[in-house]
C-alpha cells in the first residue's frame, strides 16, 4: 500500500479529493479545455514580463532556443510526475513525495509549495497596486492607472483598491471548492495575455515597418567576464518560468478522462511557450537594448506611434486583470497544502465547512496583510522563491525518479533528472548570490 494511503485520509482510496456534486459540476466532469486553460494560467503569471530582458542579455536566437528547451524539460518533468503517481496509487504531488521519501518528503515539498504561492500572490498583490494606483521608485512617485485617469481619491489610494479587489474579486473566485469552476477566468487570463502579445506585437511591427526600429541583437554581446558572468542571471527566470507542477493532480483529479492529463501538459505547454517566444521576441525588438527587467516599465512612456498613451494603459490594465484571474488558480494549491499541513489526517477541506471559511480567510487575510505592509518582503522572497520554486519544479520530480521506489525508471529519466538538479542548483546558487550583491551594493549605494 502506498505511503500516501496507509498514513493519510486524504487518498483517494480512503476517500475523494472532492465530492461528488459540490456546486457547479459532477467530480470527474472537467473537460479537456478547461482543464487546458487551468494549467496555461497556473503557468502565465508575473514572469511573462521578464522574459524580454532574457533575450536582451542571450541574444535572440540563444534565447529563444533556451526558452524551447525550458518548455520541453517541463514537459518532460510533469510527464515523469504522472507516470510516477500512477505506480504509486496516488493523487497528489505531496502524496508522491511521501512514497518516494516517508512523511518528511511530503510535509518539505508542501512547505515549499506553500512559499512559492505564498510570494507569488503577494507579488501579485504588490503589482496590482502598483498598476492600478502608485509606486515610489527611488524617492521618485509614479501614477498608477486608476490615479491618473480619476484623480487622487480615497477610492483611488494603493491599499484601497486592493481590499476592493480582495472583496469584489478574489472573495468570490477563492471562495470555489472545485478548480475546474476557475476555467472561464482562467480562459480570459490567458485571452488577456495573448491581448498583450498582440499589442506589443503590432507595435513593433508597425515600428519596424517605418523604420524606426533596428535588427534585434541575435547572438549575446561579450565585452568582458563580467557581461560572460550577466548570461547566467536569466537561468533563474528560464527554469522557473514553466511552473506549474502543484495544480497538476488537482486538474487531473477532476477531469472525466485522466488519460488525457498528458494531452493537455503538452497543449499548455505549446501554448504558453508560443506566448513566450513571442512577447520576448516582439518585446525585445520593440525597445532593444532599453528592454527594461520587467517589460511593463517600459511602457511608461511615448511609444513613437499615435494613441501611445492608450495603449499604455490597455497594456498595463489587461495586465492587471490577467494577475487578478491567476490570483485563484494559484491559491487553489495553496489551501490544499496548507491544509494538507495543518491537517493531515482531517477529512478533506470540501467537506469542512468551518475548516474551509478559516483556511481561506486567513491566506487570504495574511497576503492581504503582507502587500500592503510589508514593503521588505520583495528582499525575503527573492531568496525564498530562488530555492522553493526550483524544489517544486526540479528537485523533487528529479528525486522521486531518482529514488524509483516502484522501479518503473529508464536510463532517459535518470539522465532528464540529473540536468534537471544541475539547473536547480545552479539558478538557484545564481539567483541567491545576485540577491546578496544587490542588497550590498543598495546599502552601499545608500550609505554613499
Known amino acids: ?28 466532469s472537467a473537460s479537456f479545455a478547461g482543464a487546458v486553460f487551468n494549467l496555461s494560467t497556473t503557468i502565465v503569471g508575473a514572469g511573462i514580463m521578464a522574459l524580454p530582458a532574457t533575450l536582451k542579455q542571450l541574444g535572440v536566437i540563444p534565447g529563444l532556443i533556451t526558452i524551447l528547451l525550458a518548455g520541453m524539460l517541463t514537459e518532460k518533468s510533469i510527464e515523469m510526475i504522472l507516470r510516477f503517481s500512477r505506480a504509486a496509487k496516488t493523487s497528489s504531488y505531496s502524496g508522491l513525495a511521501g512514497d518516494a521519501f516517508s512523511g518528511a518528503g511530503r510535509n518539505l515539498l508542501q512547505i515549499c509549495i506553500v512559499i512559492n504561492n505564498v510570494g507569488m500572490l503577494v507579488v501579485y498583490m504588490i503589482i496590482i497596486g502598483d498598476v492600478l494606483s502608485e509606486t515610489w521608485s527611488q524617492g521618485v512617485h509614479h501614477t498608477g492607472v486608476m490615479e491618473e485617469w480619476f484623480g487622487l481619491h480615497w477610492w483611488t489610494t494603493r491599499s484601497s483598491i486592493l481590499l476592493l479587489t480582495t472583496i469584489f474579486v478574489f472573495a468570490p473566485l477563492i471562495s470555489f471548492k472545485r478548480v475546474d469552476s476557475l476555467r472561464y477566468t482562467s480562459a480570459l487570463s490567458v485571452v488577456l495575455a495573448v491581448v498583450f502579445v498582440v499589442i506589443i506585437g503590432g ?13 534585434p541583437q541575435l547572438m549575446p554581446n561579450l565585452v ?11 537561468v533563474p527566470i528560464l527554469v522557473t518560468a514553466y511552473i506549474c507542477h502543484h495544480n497538476i493532480h488537482p486538474i487531473e483529479n477532476e477531469l472525466e478522462d485522466p488519460s488525457k492529463m498528458k494531452s493537455i501538459v503538452r497543449t499548455s ?57 491567476v490570483f485563484p488558480i494559484v ?25 474551509f471559511f478559516w483556511v481561506t480567510s486567513s491566506l487570504m487575510g495574511f497576503i492581504f496583510l503582507g502587500a500592503n505592509f510589508v514593503p521588505s518582503i520583495w528582499d525575503a522572497f527573492q531568496f525564498t522563491g530562488a530555492t522553493a520554486t526550483v524544489s517544486v519544479g526540479y528537485i ?31 539558478s538557484s546558487t545564481v539567483a541567491i548570490c545576485s540577491d546578496i550583491y544587490g542588497i550590498f551594493s543598495g546599502t552601499e549605494d545608500a550609505q554613499a
Not at 295 to 320: E, K, Q, T
Not at 332 to 355: A, K
Open 1 to 28: 500500500m502506498p505511503f500516501s494511503d496507509r498514513k493519510h485520509r486524504r487518498s483517494q482510496k480512503a476517500a475523494p479529493l472532492l465530492p461528488k456534486d459540490h456546486g457547479g459540476g459532477e467530480f470527474g
Open 203 to 215: 507595435i513593433a511591427i508597425v515600428k519596424m515597418i517605418s523604420g524606426s526600429i533596428g535588427m
Open 224 to 234: 568582458d567576464q563580467a557581461s560572460f558572468w550577466k548570461l547566467f542571471t536569466t
Open 269 to 325: 505547454i505549446t501554448l504558453c511557450t508560443s506566448v513566450y517566444i513571442a512577447t520576448s521576441f516582439f518585446g525585445f525588438l520593440l525597445f532593444g537594448n532599453k528592454t527594461m527587467d520587467d517589460v511593463l516599465a517600459n511602457f511608461d512612456g511615448d511609444l513613437g506611434i499615435p494613441y501611445s498613451s492608450l495603449l499604455n494603459d490597455v497594456v498595463r490594465v489587461s495586465y492587471a486583470l490577467h494577475l487578478m484571474l
Open 331 to 355: 491559491f487553489y494549491s495553496l489551501r490544499l497544502n496548507v491544509d494538507g499541513i495543518l491537517f493531515p489526517y482531517s477529512v478533506p477541506i470540501v467537506y469542512d465547512e468551518r475548516r
Open 396 to 426: 523533487f520530480p528529479a528525486a522521486i525518479a531518482l529514488r524509483d521506489t516502484r522501479g518503473i525508471g529508464t536510463k532517459n529519466d535518470r539522465i532528464v533528472s540529473w540536468i534537471m538538479l544541475l539547473l536547480a542548483v545552479s
